[in-house]
C-alpha cells in the first residue's frame, strides 16, 4: 500500500461527477499515484445514487442513498482507500441533474474550483461516456463553469479508446457524435491491488462493476483520458 501521508503539495485533481463510484473505475490508480506523490486529490459528488443499483441490499431509494454516500457508506469507504480526504457530497436527485436548478450548481462548482485551484479537473466528456444524462449534465456544467473561470486549469474527460466504444455505439449510435479519443493514458499496473479494493468497496453497484470489467478490462491497468485543454501537440 503507498504511503498516503497528508497532502504536501497543492491540490493536482479534482474530479466532478454525478454518482457514487464514477471516481474509481477510470481513474483511481491516478489517483494512488498522485495521493503517493503527496499531491492533494479532491472529488464532488453530485447525487447520492439513489437511482442505483441496489442487488437487493436495500428496499427503497433513501436506504439506497444512506448507503452509497451515507457517513459510513460505501464511497467514504472507498475514498479512503483511495486515500481522498477533500471530498463534497451534494443532493441532487439521482436522474435529475439536468433538471436541477443550473445557475445553483454551476455556483458550487466555480466555488470549488477556486477554493481548491487544481491543476487538472476530471469529469465526463460531451456524450457522458456512455449516454446518461447525468454524466452529459454535468459534463456541460464543468464545461460552463471552467469557461466562466476563463480555463483556469487543465480539462480531462474520461474516454476508452475507439475499438472499445464499437459495441456501444451500436446500441446507441447517436454517441458517437459526442466521443472525443484519449490522447492522456496512465499505466497504472503497480495499482491494480489497490485499484480493486478502491472499486470493491462499491459493494452495491457489483453488476455495473463487471459491466465495466467485461467491455473495458485493460482500463484496469491504463487509464486513459482526453485532454481538452490546453491543446497537446
Not at 467514504?76 to 433538471?99: E, F, M, R, W
Request: proline share 7%.
Amino acid at each position: 500500500m503507498p504511503d498516503l501521508l497528508a497532502p504536501t503539495k497543492p491540490m493536482k485533481l479534482l474530479i466532478i461527477v454525478p454518482h457514487p463510484d464514477d471516481e474509481v473505475y477510470g481513474a483511481a490508480g491516478t489517483i494512488l499515484d498522485y495521493r503517493a506523490e503527496g499531491f492533494e486529490v479532491g472529488l464532488i459528488t453530485l447525487t447520492r445514487g439513489e437511482a442505483g443499483r441496489n442487488l437487493g441490499l436495500v428496499s427503497s431509494k433513501a436506504e439506497l442513498a444512506a448507503l452509497r454516500a451515507g457517513p459510513d457508506g460505501e464511497l467514504k469507504q472507498c475514498l479512503a482507500v483511495l486515500g481522498i480526504t477533500q471530498h463534497h457530497q451534494y443532493d441532487i436527485p439521482d436522474g435529475s441533474v439536468l433538471n436541477a436548478n443550473f445557475e445553483e450548481t454551476l455556483e458550487l462548482i466555480i466555488r470549488h474550483v477556486q477554493e481548491y485551484q487544481p491543476e487538472i479537473v476530471l469529469t465526463f466528456q460531451p456524450n457522458g461516456s456512455n449516454g446518461h444524462p447525468d454524466h452529459i449534465a454535468t459534463h456541460t456544467l464543468v464545461y460552463t463553469a471552467l469557461e466562466r473561470l476563463n480555463r483556469p486549469c487543465t480539462l480531462w474527460y474520461y474516454s476508452a479508446s475507439l475499438e472499445y466504444m464499437t459495441e456501444l455505439f451500436v446500441q446507441k449510435p447517436e454517441l458517437e457524435a459526442g466521443y472525443v479519443p484519449p490522447n492522456v493514458f496512465k499505466d497504472v499496473t503497480h495499482r491494480v491491488g489497490l485499484k480493486l479494493k478502491a472499486i470493491s468497496m462499491h459493494r452495491s453497484q457489483a453488476l455495473s462493476t463487471v459491466d465495466f470489467f467485461r467491455r473495458f478490462a485493460e482500463r484496469i491497468t491504463l487509464e486513459s483520458y482526453h485532454q481538452a485543454y490546453p491543446p497537446l501537440e
